[in-house]
């Protein structure tokens, strides 16, 4: 079983930076965060894969959000600046052994979430 545990989530203001990080018990192929905003289907972020850390975003944090992987610590981690309070959700790490996909659906193993909240 593939257990992952994120945490980092918290309180910020318009435009503060924020790093959310997301350890897992054993690496897939693919690593993604993905968001969920109350009354809101969840929303792919950001996805990388493990070997050649292959990157993808969703057009709603492009040039904002940083997703990376440190394979020592078995960590992906999401660097997100110039925060909005668009932002505010519960953020997700999600983990699949195929390639990125933007689909929730796709994904086989989850963590229990780490909320943000963007306000001022």
């Known amino acids: 079983q593939v257990r992952l545990v994120e945490s980092g989530g918290r309180l910020a203001r318009p435009g503060d930076s924020l790093r959310i990080s997301c350890v897992i018990s054993?690496?897939?192929?693919?690593m993604g965060w993905f968001r969920q905003a109350p009354g809101k289907e969840r929303e792919f972020v950001a996805g990388?894969?493990?070997?050649?850390?292959?990157?993808y975003y969703g057009d709603s944090v492009k040039g904002r959000f940083t997703i990376s992987r440190d394979h020592t610590k078995n960590t992906v981690y999401l660097q997100m600046i110039s925060l909005k309070p668009e932002d505010t959700a519960v953020y997700y790490c999600?983990?699949?052994?195929?390639?990125?996909?933007?689909?929730?659906?796709?994904?086989?193993?989850w963590g229990q979430g780490t909320q943000v909240t963007v306000s001022s």
């Open positions: 990388i894969t493990w070997t050649g850390g292959y990157t």
């Open positions: 999600a983990a699949r052994i195929g390639n990125i996909r933007t689909s929730a659906g796709a994904y086989d193993f």
């Open positions: 054993q690496r897939t192929h693919t």
